[in-house]
């Protein structure tokens, strides 16, 4: 039986008691637990009650905020979009679907969907002039880099969508952001290969017309095949959106301060773009070239086990995840029916990953410390099957991401607890000392 959503409880039996050894002072702190999941210490009174912060790089332990958009178990390998399962979403719904259900805590009926689809499709141009703004960049500069430029210089356009204590302007922000990204990121692609822009078809639908963006040409009928249409809008679904992710996280902050949504969304794509977070899609296919063929897994293993060695298997571990990754799965699944539907009945790279992913799933090395396969193992190589070039894979994550963050930007912006995010830390740097004049000095 599904459970409603509910606001935190903490109630006075929940708590922890926190005893400073050193001065045998104990500080009684609230527990709060939510609807599933782990509960959380409330520590907003420990500063003040014992002058010491808490000390969590990288917030492997912190809850940042209260969140009933998505949740991960990653033990059990479930992943919940307001409550639906992932499997069932990639399953049953399209991105437009998920995209409204993220934003708006429930699946849509069949009217409120057509009005949806309408509205995000009625929003997919940009201002003429954002087009002259690629001019600015070098064809070889990384769509990444020219997504930075771009979102963020949406909020040089937009200033009837800036005001955040607005609902309505943030409504329309977000539904500008979620239907002009893929046309952001085609136009990134056209201009690094020299080819003219295409414009969103209002025929077409959310992954079909970015499609045809990134493949159509002004010189003839371009139709897209739809398995590719059908696979990418599955693989929009898997990468929409991830809890409180380094990039979600970094909206949020972002968005913390005030920023207009285009910042924030800029600030999110610049997160995503390392290949420890979404560059690893990339970075996986680069992984797989490096090593070539299987005969030469068993050294490329031995180089990520040595500790003097940076090399990691991109595509595997995450943060959460200490089972499987669900999308990782479904992805799978989703590699060999694209690869079959197109008639490809040898894939060398794929079958490179499946061997790697069966090596090392029997190597101590990564059973011991729980590493699996992510979403970022497979989709490189259906990205490439679709014809995507490599540069592309991570744009085309921000592109799927978008909806996570705008949806996560609203819940913060709407969060009646929400304030600056402002960390502490822990100084170990020098102690006061007397300034020397330079003449004194050496
Ligand atoms: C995404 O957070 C999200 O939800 C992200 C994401 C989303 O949808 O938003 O799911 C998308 O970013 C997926 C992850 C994509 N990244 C990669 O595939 C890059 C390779 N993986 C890693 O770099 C790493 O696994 C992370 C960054 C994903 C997770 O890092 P953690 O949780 O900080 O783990 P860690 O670095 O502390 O590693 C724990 C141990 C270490 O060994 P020891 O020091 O204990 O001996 O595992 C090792 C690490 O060296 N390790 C790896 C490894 N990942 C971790 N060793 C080899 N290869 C790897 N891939």
């Known amino acids: 039986m599904s459970q409603s959503a509910t606001a935190a409880k903490s109630n006075a039996k929940d708590t922890v008691t926190v005893t400073d050894n050193a001065s045998g002072k104990a500080v009684t702190l609230p527990v709060m637990s939510g609807t599933i999941g782990p509960k959380v210490i409330d520590i907003r009174r420990l500063y003040s009650d014992t002058g ?11 809850g940042s905020c209260e969140s009933r958009i998505t949740y991960i178990d990653g033990d059990a390998g479930v992943l919940l979009h307001r409550g639906y399962p992932i499997e069932d979403l990639a399953q049953h719904c399209d991105f437009t679907e998920v995209a409204y259900l993220l934003l708006k805590s429930e699946l849509p009926t069949a009217a409120e969907k057509e009005k949806f689809v309408y509205d995000i499709t009625h929003h997919t141009m940009v201002h003429e002039q954002l087009a002259m703004f690629y001019r600015g960049f070098r064809r070889d500069a990384h769509p990444m880099a020219v997504m930075c430029g771009v979102v963020g210089a949406l909020s040089a356009f937009y200033h009837d ?49 970015f499609l045809h963006m990134l493949f159509a040409t002004p010189c003839e009928t371009f139709n897209v095949n739809p398995v590719f249409a059908k696979a990418m809008d599955k693989i929009l679904i898997l990468h929409a959106d991830h809890e409180q992710n380094a990039s979600t996280s970094t909206v949020r902050l972002a968005g913390s301060s005030g920023a207009n949504p285009f910042a924030c969304i800029a600030a999110g794509i610049a997160s995503l773009w390392g290949p420890a977070h979404g560059g690893a899609n990339e970075a996986v296919l680069t992984m797989l070239k490096q090593i070539g063929n299987k005969s030469y897994i068993g050294e490329f293993l031995k180089r990520v086990k040595d500790r003097d060695d940076a090399t990691r298997l991109m595509g595997f571990g995450h943060r959460v995840y200490k089972n499987f990754d669900p999308r990782a799965s479904i992805m799978r699944k989703t590699c060999h029916e694209v690869l079959g539907e197109l008639g490809i009945k040898h894939d060398p790279l794929l079958e490179l990953a499946m061997e790697l992913e069966k090596i090392a799933l029997q190597d101590d090395y990564f059973i011991q410390r729980k590493l699996y396969p992510n979403v970022d193992f497979y989709s490189g190589i259906i990205f490439q099957a679709l014809g995507i070039p490599t540069t592309m894979f991570t744009a085309l994550f921000a592109v799927a991401r978008t909806t996570g963050w705008v949806t996560q930007w609203n819940e913060m912006v709407e969060d009646p607890n929400q304030k600056i995010g402002r960390p502490r830390q822990l100084y170990t740097g020098r102690t006061r000392r007397e300034f020397v004049p330079i003449v004194r000095r050496g």
């Open 161 to 209: 969508s800036l005001d955040i204590s607005d609902p309505h302007q943030r409504m329309i922000a977000s539904y500008r952001l979620i239907a002009k990204m893929p046309t952001i990121a085609a136009w990134a692609y056209k201009y690094s290969i020299g080819q003219p822009f295409i414009y969103p078809q209002n025929g077409l639908r959310y992954a079909e017309n």
């Open 52 to 62: 010491m912060f808490t000390y969590d790089p990288g917030f492997v332990a912190t």
